[in-house]
């Protein structure tokens, strides 16, 4: 199983997601080696309840059950808070869904998510080479912040 058989479902509930959610998160997927994904049925994309536990958790990895493969979930209405309110800027909608995204996958093929943002920004981004390094050193301190 690769990234490009990874199903991704949309499952809202009285809320209508940002435009280009969907494309988004396929194309931050499709950036995504296949053995980091190897074995990952689907990804959902839903909003999550407004007071949990944990309000800072944008998603959650679900790992394998018996008679279930693993999946992950993505809180759509809380990553796009982190859009600062610009989804329709494309960087920041993927620095945003590829956060929570990628920090799940980290979960799923147990590798650090920094590879998989390489991987992304030379794909999409390969103009930015050159900031990459201080770039990912940055995300690194904002998500130790958040932990």
């Not at 969907?22 to 999550?48: C, F, I, W």
């Not at 309840?49 to 279930?68: A, D, E, N, S, T």
């Amino acid at each position: 199983m690769n990234s490009r058989t990874v199903e991704i479902r949309e499952l809202y509930k009285n809320y209508t997601p940002p435009q280009h959610v969907l494309s988004t998160v396929q194309a931050l997927l499709d950036s995504v080696p296949d053995e980091y994904v190897s074995g990952l049925d689907h990804v959902v994309l839903t909003n999550g309840l407004i007071k949990m536990r944990r309000p800072r958790v944008l998603g959650r990895y679900h790992g394998k059950q018996p008679g279930r493969p693993p999946w992950v979930e993505l809180y759509v209405n809380r990553i796009a808070v982190g859009t600062l309110g610009h989804a329709w800027i494309p960087f920041l909608r993927d620095l945003a869904f590829g956060f929570a995204l990628f920090h799940e996958i980290e979960h799923h093929a147990h590798e650090d998510w920094g590879t998989l943002w390489e991987n992304f920004m030379d794909q999409k981004y390969w103009y930015l080479k050159r900031v990459r390094r201080p770039f990912l050193r940055l995300l690194r301190v904002y998500t130790r912040s958040l932990r």
